[in-house]
DNA sequence: CGAATTCTGGAACGCTCAATCCAAAAATAG
DNA sequence: CTATTTTTGGATTGAGCGTTCCAGAATTCG
């Protein structure tokens, strides 16, 4: 078996120790507003960090982890590689980035589904799920677990963040009425929606999708 | 990007037109009875062909197929490049050998829980996709899918085949009243088994899937 | 016993991989 | 202006990749 430890521990040392205040989070969390007129002494970025992180997104969700280099990387980011090496440390790195924003921009549009008229929620949020803006590239959250999580922890932990979000919402846009199950029922919703991008990849047309969520759906939330 | 275009095509001349009578299928189709024992002049093979491909679909279930390297593929299946070359013709030709394999064993399996007492024939099929021999390494066909099937159209065929395999098999175990939305509803469930997967390389407990798949089955099936 | 045929071990091939390094460029601070 | 700090481009690195090749080993046929 080919060495895979890469990924935990020894990131990009000299990266993180000449410069650790720029954190870059790149989307998720603790962004400290790095205005980006005047912010020190030399000489500023040539390029936009969350325009980038887009980029490398697209990237890793049209191709996947493994199969992107770091050509297709810098190529499609318009990125040298010491910039590249100096703004995510790894490729590793810059994954992870993308997927704290993927996430949160995704959850981000499933809440206002969610948080939409009772009636159709649910509905409007399995279309959404199941016909994501990838098209046939499916959810780059899903493709990354399948493809990384049972060997990289922290994919895995990003993953189940994710989708435990997604469960939630569900369950929020639920009928309030008989409780009990309401988190069973949230949670295989969840799987429902995440199953049919599978489909889609193995080549179904979206329609007979449509119309397979919408048989389900009609019992499922009763 | 990266090219791509290995798989099509350019496939091992030498040993497509060297050998040509060795098509070895691999446990799909054209088997043409292949017996072990004195098949010609030339020296004997020192290897049993479905246990090596046994042991390739197990590196590709535990690592996927770009990680997998010809050394991981090789040393598990104690064969020498030449053999693999000369048995296999590719890194993807023995993925393909073993999806195909995969697929057959697979179907098999779910057909006897498809044929068991019509009571409980679903929760079987629902329970024996979402918790696999394969654990938390999921279902080799969902993965491989998820990693190849848009650039791959080999492998999005196999998948796409199997697929309606366990489609047809839920079709076959679901009650045939109202069999107007037989076939929504069979998708609509390999969908929800197909999903759980997901939910299970993420970390999530299998009791935590089997609560939820039983809160979506009882109304599902009805 | 040769001759023909087929498999096997292992070295070698050309190429790509992720990551590193360094000197030049571009900005601020005094 | 000079000194300092940071980014940028591009060459480089060593390892690993999938694949090929060939000489020798093992078997059957005449």
């Known amino acids: 078996m080919r060495p895979l430890e890469i990924w935990s521990g020894r990131s990009n040392i000299r990266f993180m120790t000449t410069r650790p205040a720029q954190k870059h989070a790149a989307g998720s969390g603790d962004s400290k ?47 040298s590689r010491s910039s590249f090496y100096a703004a995510f440390g790894s490729k590793q790195g810059v994954l992870i980035a993308a997927l704290k924003s993927y996430s949160a921009t995704a959850l981000s549009a499933l809440r206002e589904l969610a948080d939409g008229p009772r009636e ?12 994501p803006q990838g098209g046939p590239k499916g959810c780059l959250l899903v493709n990354c677990i399948t493809e990384l999580a049972p060997h990289e922890q922290e994919v895995a932990e990003i993953g189940r963040r994710h989708l435990q979000g997604v469960e939630d919402l569900f369950a929020s846009a639920l009928n309030p009425e008989a ?13 429902l929606a995440i199953g049919t991008l599978t489909l889609r990849k193995s080549g179904l047309p979206p329609d007979q999708i449509s119309k397979a969520l919408e048989a389900a759906e009609g019992i499922l939330t009763s």
């Open 33 to 79: 507003a790095h205005a980006k007129g005047q912010c020190g002494p030399g000489r500023p970025r040539g390029y936009d960090e969350q325009e980038v992180l887009s980029a490398a997104l697209q990237v890793f969700w049209r191709q996947g982890y493994e199969a992107t280099s770091l050509d297709d990387l810098t190529g499609a980011m318009g990125l």
């Open 179 to 191: 409780p009990e199950s309401v988190q069973d029922k949230a949670r295989a919703l969840s799987a």
């Open 120 to 131: 159709g929620a649910v509905r409007a949020m399995l279309q959404a799920l199941s016909n």
